[in-house]
């Protein structure tokens, strides 16, 4: 890969079919996300395009074209998490394992820093081990773990939190 050519564009409506798209693959075939059924673009819309300039998606391109997209969202609805972020990122199923991620979430980590983030935390279902290991090889540290907090595909789910302090 040559890294001039990976970019980050905010994720505009442009973006939203194929974002959609990069996330119902992983809604209806792993366990990555939480929901059960696929999302619509206007579900898309909802969650990317939001009014607080803080609260960014951005979509992971290189020579032109959309690979995936990481994003930054609320992590609880209260004012004193206001310093904490929840970031994701999510890749084409074929773009993974092409040393993407990295340079995604570093992007994303300047982002949330520059805009006032103190800590970004990510969940991750705990039997996604390639995610875990991404996010501790990153500086996260797993700070909390909820046993069966999930159901999909007829089975309980673990979540493992990771926590990283990028602003002071």
Known sequence: MNREELSFAEIGEEH?????????????????????????????KRNMLTRDPRFKSYAVML????????????????????????ISVYLKPECTGKKLGRP?????????????????????????????SFFESSGYEQSAYYREIGR????????????KIVGA
């Open 63 to 86: 020579g032109g074209e959309m690979q995936g997209y990481v994003l930054i969202t609320r992590h609880k609805n209260k004012q004193a998490y206001d310093v904490t972020g929840e």
């Open 104 to 132: 995604a979430l570093a992007f994303i980590e300047r982002v949330a820093a520059e805009h006032g983030f103190h800590t970004l935390v990510a969940t991750v279902c705990s039997e996604n081990a390639p995610s875990r």
């Open 152 to 163: 999909k595909f007829g089975r309980w789910l673990d979540i493992a939190v990771y926590q």
């Open 16 to 44: 939203l079919a194929e974002a959609t798209d990069i996330y119902n693959y992983y809604v209806l075939n792993t366990t990555v996300s939480f929901h059960t059924e696929g999302l619509t673009v206007q579900d898309m």
